[in-house]
């Protein structure tokens, strides 16, 4: 697993006299799945089409095997790409789509015949070969399109926000399938999405990017129970996130109290912010907190209440399966290991 | 809506008066003998089978060719230009484009005369020939005149249709042959020009219409000598004055027209169905 395939090196990307990648340092491992998530315009899809070699970096390298490949053109590369509306060729059949990429490597007959098959059984589209691609739905094309990116037997691939144009239980569906698809190719696949559940339920490794830089690096759980920064801590899942003071190490002073937390490390008096996930918050009864409120909102989700409770510092986001009355006097508390300090950003 | 609808009703009448009359007129004359005097018609085939006479036969099949050939020059030339001119910026492009069309706004008679001062013994190309030191070439009255003539003029009409279609493939496309692995050219032959084939086949029906049932183009350029089967209908009703036999004519080109595009329009429609 701990063994460097791709290195983006200091990559940069100026469209026109905008940067849009301002420094991208990346080490992508063999086998892994690694999604690049932000919001649009972050440079993740920027990021993708230059390792794919549809866009050439301003400056900087992208290492293969330590070979750099910046100035290789695209279809010399070993790499292929599923793209965000599939380009699937319209006049040609699902078979001969699929087949495309070896053709043009001029295999022999009987080879990509077998080679096709393969791939259109493993995605499940036996049936399916003279079809028109037109007529197939949003998930069969988005399948023809994997195959015909896989057959070729690329090192690496690319998936350029894939799943944007399925509708929500297809979605969940194909998020499973390419999950279990990367699994039984043994290759590497690089994800691009704005989607962070997406992200936290296939990858290995997630990338969270924000104008043009990597904010962090980690697995889902680092992600999301580790959040560097606001960013981070905001863009992937709700969270409460709130100005305050690292006393000293494992002591943390906001909204006029002060909290025992794991964290250290930090300088004593080191102005922080603390990120605190709404999952992890209890209501008790006034008496039994250091901080207490009124519930202002209650909304049903399904699985659980989403409720607001204002303080006289901030309102509070929680999350939980018992029903509160609005206007209710409660006790918000949470223990040491549901904080999380991160440094504070300098902008916003 | 119904109120609406009854303003069409003078567009019909003026429709019938100059367009479907006219026809029914040209088809009455081509069955008939006797000249332009409605009084004493005589119903007839002749006026058809003497167009099976080898002279006007010979006269229907050099058209046919001619139009064939300029047809393909046009298309080689008409594509490449289509191609290059999607290469630019989409600003460049159209005014690319503009310099393509200009020509169309100026009358077919004074764009072939510019072509005679162009092309005639002491014209432009000759007296440029001279300077250079080369002997002056008749170009004026020979195929390749009439050729240059037509392909020019039947240019834009090649060029918009295939630029519109080449301009409307999505991008991924192409990122994608280059993806699988296909280079510039390969890329250029297995999509793009599959792609454009719908432009290829509206600017090939356009420019042989064009071509086929031209007469000033040959008669300036190609000399009075110069037989197409335009010319033939014009002298038939202008210089012979058998409008009847000039009839004939014309509804056999009509014929062939209609037939022209309708296949052409099968092999397209059964192109979009397999596509799609």
């Not at chain 1, 460097?4 to 940069?12: C, N, R």
């Not at chain 1, 972050?42 to 866009?55: D, P």
């Not at chain 2, 002056?136 to 240059?148: I, Q, S």
């Not at chain 2, 390969?186 to 049932?213: A, D, E, H, R």
Request: aromatic share 10%; net charge negative.
């Amino acid at each position: 697993m701990k063994d460097a395939f791709i290195e983006l090196k200091g990559l940069t990307k100026n469209f026109d006299s905008q940067q849009v990648l301002k420094g991208i340092d990346l080490t992508i491992y063999r086998n892994e799945f690694l999604t690049l998530l932000g919001p649009s315009g972050c440079g993740k899809t920027t990021t993708l089409r230059m390792i794919a070699g549809f866009e050439e970096p301003s400056g900087g390298e992208i290492l293969f095997d330590g070979v750099d490949i910046s100035k290789v053109p695209a279809y010399k590369r070993e790499v292929n790409t599923v793209f965000q509306k599939y380009a699937l060729f319209p006049f040609l059949n699902v078979f001969d789509n699929v087949a495309f990429g070896l053709k043009i490597k001029k295999m022999d007959k009987t080879v990509i015949e077998h080679k096709c098959m393969r791939m259109i059984e493993l995605m499940g589209l036996k049936g399916f070969e003279k079809r028109d691609v037109s007529s197939l739905s949003g998930g069969q094309q988005q399948r023809v399109a994997i195959a015909r990116a896989l057959v070729n037997e690329p090192k690496v691939l690319l998936l350029d926000e894939p799943l944007g144009a399925l509708d929500a239980k297809l979605r969940k569906e194909m998020q499973t399938e390419l999950k279990r698809i990367q699994k039984e190719v043994g290759i590497t696949f690089i994800f691009v999405t704005h989607d962070q559940e997406e992200a936290l339920s296939m990858s290995d490794t997630v990338v969270v990017m924000n104008e043009g830089i990597i904010q962090q690096v980690g697995s889902p759980e680092d992600i999301y129970n580790e959040p560097e920064n606001r960013f981070v801590a905001s863009f992937i899942g709700d969270s409460n996130i709130i100005e305050a003071v690292m006393k000293k190490d494992l002591l943390v002073s906001f909204d006029g109290f002060d909290f025992d937390c794991v964290d250290k490390g930090f300088k004593d008096n080191e102005n922080v912010e603390v990120v605190i996930r709404p999952e992890d918050i209890d209501l008790v009864k006034p008496e039994e907190a250091k901080l207490k409120g009124t519930v202002k909102t209650i909304t049903f989700k399904g699985v659980h209440h989403e409720i607001i409770v204002e303080t006289g510092n901030r309102d509070y986001l929680i999350h939980t399966t018992d029903y509160f009355e609005p206007g209710l006097e409660v006790g918000i508390r949470f223990g040491p290991d549901d904080i999380h300090v991160m440094y504070r950003m300098d902008w916003e | 809506m119904k109120h609406f609808t009854r303003l069409v009703r003078p567009y019909i009448v003026w429709m019938v008066l100059i367009v479907v009359l006219p026809l029914l007129l040209i088809v009455l004359y081509s069955f008939t003998t006797g000249g332009n005097e409605l009084v004493n018609i005589r119903f007839t085939l002749d006026n058809f089978k003497k167009i099976g006479e080898p002279i006007y036969f010979d006269v229907f099949k050099k058209s046919m060719l001619l139009g064939i050939v300029s047809v393909l020059i046009c298309l080689v030339f008409g594509y490449t230009l289509a191609y290059m001119i999607t290469k630019y910026s989409e600003k460049a492009q159209n005014f690319l484009i503009l310099l393509v069309t200009i020509p169309m706004w100026i009358n077919t008679l004074l764009r072939t005369y510019a072509w005679i001062s162009i092309l005639s013994d002491n014209g432009l190309l000759n007296r440029l020939l001279v300077l250079l030191g080369l002997e002056p070439a008749t170009m004026m009255y020979t195929d390749a005149a009439v050729m240059l003539g037509l392909v020019s003029d039947m240019l834009p009409f090649m060029v918009i249709p295939i630029h519109t279609s080449i301009r409307k493939i999505d991008k991924s496309l192409i990122e994608a042959s280059h993806d699988l692995g296909a280079g510039n050219f390969q890329t250029f032959w297995q999509v793009i020009f599959k792609m454009s084939i719908p432009g290829v086949i509206n600017g090939v029906m356009m420019t042989f219409l064009l071509s086929i049932s031209t007469f000033v183009i040959p008669k300036l350029l190609g000399g009075g000598q110069y037989m197409l089967i335009g010319n033939l209908i014009e002298t038939q009703f202008i210089s012979v004055g058998n409008w009847n036999f000039g009839s004939a004519i014309s509804i056999l080109l009509t014929l062939l027209i209609v037939i022209g595009i309708s296949l052409m329009k099968k092999f397209d429609r059964e192109e979009k169905e397999e596509n799609g």
